[in-house]
């Protein structure tokens, strides 16, 4: 099936990864600050300076901005702005720039003052947008209050209980508490998730995500010059990209995102591995629901059975599919975009030095979410050249 | 008069129709006249068949509970009390956002495909703002 690309499997590979500094409270860093501290982290983890860059891509900060501020002058630039998976959907486009000699070393960058908001855009939507005619009457008031309304229509089809959704969050945290940076490490029972605030019912505080600040920052350049890095290099197997409605409510089927489906067969089709061939999964969770969705979107069972992912805890320590190793955005961060939190841990576990390590794991598929369910984008990395 | 202070919509070149509907009791939405093929928000053409050739409708107002979030931490123009927001799938087949009013907002009052009605509610003293809103059908 990856004859159908043009752009083969292993082609591009990362050779630079780094989150920021610190992780979690930073209020001595503005959102252009986190983005230059993670920048600088990859550059030194990949041994380059910004001369060496001739690629940038950022999603929520001004691209042409951070290139100059950071000392790169570049040839190709990506915008792409659909939300918490504009990270993936960046790893997509680079390893295709990189593959049309457009450019040789791309720099991916997220930073957000998501807690302590310094130098952090504000939420203002416009009364005329689709959003502040057809939502923002009924009183949503951003995410928790909208990422969430498919869910009940989720359960009742897919014969699931609102203790699934407690269970992911209580699995996750036993993630967590084996990551040193995570922002919540004390183990959770589903008893107590379920009994926490009461945010959006069916939702508690627990199975919503973290509200932090931070950043990570990832370099991408050909499989060719990646033998040449201080790094082992993490290779770009497969790719994909989709999205659908930016309004909640027009979300055509309240059990299965569209934009899941369509990314996720492009990056199954696109490296030519199976379900089977996955040793390790990220599911961008925003919210306990989403790796329920995400596991029967990209194929690795029927929607109705992914509860039994959690029940049979196959996504757990010690599990057959390990899934969300670092805590994910529930306990180990979520600044408002998570998706490059995903592709570090994804990359962590390719070069065998996440906290919480996968033993001889080859192939980790890292799929993400952005603007509640209105974009996907989904990478599979592999340490095998 | 809302007692709710909500975000209120500003209508568009696009949208004037559906806005002027509710001022005047209809849910109008549009249908194709090549395809039959009808949708909602309101665009100036069929996302079927790119056809032009829009009709405007009034649709029958009833709907069904498709899905929903009880609020805990709302607007603040919605008060204290936790209310529900609402997706209703509307007879015709396109889905809405909405309030359930009429009834306890409530997991227990809130029952998944409960046949509902439109309603419309003013928002602004001069009536130029009318917002749609679902009831329960009685009996």
Known sequence: ?385 | MSEIQRPLPKPTPETQHFWDGCREGELRLQRCTRCANTWFPPRPFCPACACREVEIYTASGKARLHSYVISHRGHPGFGKEPYAIAVVKLEEGPQMMSNVVGCPQTPEALLLDMPLEVTFEQQTKDESIFIPLFKPVEG
């Open chain 1, 1 to 385: 099936m990856a004859d159908s690309f043009a752009l083969k499997p292993r082609s591009v590979a990362v050779v630079g990864a780094a989150e920021t500094t610190k992780m979690g409270l930073i209020p001595d860093m503005s959102q252009l600050g986190l983005h230059f501290d993670c920048a600088l982290n990859a550059m030194t983890d990949a041994g380059l300076k910004p001369s060496d860059i001739d690629g940038v891509a950022t999603g929520g900060e001004d691209v042409a901005v951070l290139a100059h501020m950071l000392g790169i002058t570049p040839k190709w630039v990506d915008s792409t702005d659909v939300g918490g998976c504009s990270y993936m959907i960046h790893v997509r486009h680079a390893a295709a720039a990189i593959a049309a000699g457009y450019c040789s070393t791309v720099l991916i960058t997220h930073g957000e003052s998501g807690r302590s908001r310094v130098g952090s855009p504000g939420y203002a939507m416009s009364a005329a947008s689709m959003a502040g005619q057809f939502e923002a009457p009924y009183g949503v008031t951003g995410a928790p209050s909208m990422f969430t309304i498919p869910v009940l229509r989720y359960l009742k089809e897919t014969g699931s209980d609102i203790e699934d959704l407690a269970r992911v969050a209580s699995i996750q945290r036993e993630w967590a508490a084996m990551n040193p940076r995570a922002t919540r490490r004390e183990p959770i029972t589903v008893e107590e998730v379920m009994n926490d605030t009461m945010i959006a019912w069916p939702f508690t505080k627990a199975m919503c995500c973290l509200v932090t600040d931070g950043g990570g920052a990832l370099i991408l350049t050909s499989a060719e010059r990646a033998k040449d890095f201080p790094t082992r290099p993490v290779y770009v197997l497969g790719t994909g990209e989709s999205s659908e409605a930016r309004l909640i409510s027009q979300m055509e089927d309240f059990t299965s995102s569209r934009a899941f489906r369509v990314s996720g067969k492009q990056a199954f089709e696109s490296s030519g591995i199976t379900r089977d061939d996955v040793d390790h999964l990220m599911i961008y969770d925003a919210f306990a629901h989403l790796p329920l969705y995400g596991l029967g979107d990209l194929g690795f069972c029927k929607p109705d059975e992914a509860k039994h992912f959690y029940r049979e805890r196959r996504t757990a320590p010690g599990g057959s599919l390990p899934t969300n190793t670092n805590g994910g955005g529930l306990s180990y961060m979520h600044s408002g975009r998570y998706g490059m939190y995903a592709l570090q841990e994804s990359v962590r576990q390719m070069r065998g030095i996440a906290p919480a390590q996968i033993e001889g794991a080859k192939i980790s598929l890292c799929h993400g979410v952005g603007g509640m369910f209105t974009a996907s984008g989904t990478v599979v990395f592999t340490n095998e050249s």
